[in-house]
């Protein structure tokens, strides 16, 4: 692939020098490094002359800005500012220039092609060797868009983990007082009824159904804060998924809603680490989304890759495409009395099992929850 090589076109005018013959002449960057070399870096290198004129450049420059004639103009066609109002690249490539420092602007915000990558730009001049004349300068472009996000996820997951922990200790000193509370609640409750005191009685109804929901949340929390699995035995998948199932049956005949379920035959046992839970919670989900009745289709079936395809089709409410990941963040929740645990719970467990969670709406309504589980090798 071939250099991208300015050639001395006629069209730009700004004057000319000896330093812009020099830069051609030497051959900077370019020359020194080698062709071939500065072709195959995955960085923008581009040599400009004293006047901004861009003398070279490698084709990953290309890709990365809008080069035209002349440095300056190009950098500022897709970004005027980083980040510092009445920025001017003119300004700042001419003062690298006649200073010879270097200067870096980093995470620059730069638009291409309807698209704004994240670039790190680096400015240097160049000089002629003996009489340290300069020469004119090159850029240096780095696209650092993917590692800035990786490094957001990781602060983002560093950050989750942290109160995670957080949250497995308040919920575990919460967990004696709690119970402590609702015990002598039930006990004033009896004595209450006995003396048939209602407003007390109702008064006491209250603090238990605050109080309950209480015990339900930091039940939750201790459940996604678990690091060890219950059970590791081995199992089939389907009798996870009917103990789940059979958990919630009453609730499902109670609102009308029928639960299918289709099998494969050829999937092999399962280590149980905690797939009741995640089964269970996406029942559960299910339902609640079908409060006027429906369908709950849960089929299984082995991919060709050796993973165990487990799908929950409800005909339900489905969700708004916009809170697709939302919903796995902890504490997501739309509904009234939600803790936003249970989806974040379930990716939490498949994970732990080297798996993942996906959910999508279905065509004609309702959601699909599809997990897929790597089969391991049971040796
Ligand atoms: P919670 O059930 O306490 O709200 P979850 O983490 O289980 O917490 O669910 C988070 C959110 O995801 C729910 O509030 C709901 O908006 C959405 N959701 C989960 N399952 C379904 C489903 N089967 N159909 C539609 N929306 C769902």
Not at 36 to 47: C, D, E, R, Y
Not at 117 to 129: G, P
Not at 194 to 205: D, F, H
Request: charged residues 25%; proline residues 3%; glycine residues 8%.
């Amino acid at each position: 692939m071939p250099v991208h090589r300015k050639q001395r076109s006629k069209k730009p005018t700004r004057s000319g020098d000896r330093a812009k013959t020099d830069i051609r002449n030497d051959h900077l960057i370019f020359g020194l490094l080698g062709e071939s070399i500065v072709q195959s870096l995955p960085i923008g290198v581009i040599a400009f002359d004293s006047d901004l004129k861009i003398i070279e450049a490698n084709s990953q420059a290309s890709k990365l800005i809008k080069l035209g004639d002349f440095i300056d103009e190009s950098l500022a066609k897709g970004t005027d500012s980083p980040g510092v109002p009445g920025f001017d690249w003119t300004k700042q490539l001419k003062s690298i220039m006649s200073t010879g420092k270097t200067r870096e602007f980093d995470s620059v915000h730069y638009k291409l092609n309807g698209k704004t990558k994240l670039l790190q730009i680096l400015c240097t001049s160049l000089k002629k060797a003996k009489t340290a004349r300069s020469l004119g300068g090159a850029v240096i472009i780095e696209d650092i868009t993917e590692k800035v996000d990786i490094q957001r996820q990781l602060a983002n997951a560093e950050r989750l983990a942290t109160v995670g922990k957080l949250a497995s200790k308040v919920a575990h000193e919460l967990n004696n007082p709690m119970d402590g509370i609702l015990r002598y609640i039930n006990l004033t409750m009896r004595i209450i009824e006995q003396k048939k005191l209602e407003k007390p009685k109702e008064y006491l109804t209250q603090c238990r159904q605050g109080l309950m929901r209480m015990v339900h949340i930091v039940s939750e929390l201790l459940e996604f804060s678990r690091r060890t699995y219950t059970s590791l035995e081995y199992v089939e998948l389907e009798q996870i998924i009917e103990d789940a199932v059979r958990t919630m049956d009453p609730r499902a005949g109670a609102c009308n809603i029928r639960i299918l379920r289709n099998y494969s035959r050829n999937i092999p046992q399962i280590r149980n680490g905690n797939l009741f839970q995640v089964f269970f919670n996406l029942i559960k989900n299910a339902l609640e989304a079908m409060p006027a009745g429906g369908q709950l289709s849960i089929s299984t079936r082995l991919a060709a890759d050796n993973t165990a395809v487990v799908e929950f089709r409800d005909t339900g409410t489905g969700f708004p495409k916009e809170y697709a990941d939302a919903i796995f963040e902890p504490f997501f929740t739309t509904k009234d009395k939600g803790t936003g645990l249970g989806l974040a719970i379930c990716k939490d467990i498949t994970e732990r099992c080297q798996g993942r969670i996906t959910a999508e709406n279905a065509h004609g309504g309702g959601s699909i929850f599809t997990v897929h589980l790597p089969m391991a090798d049971r040796t």
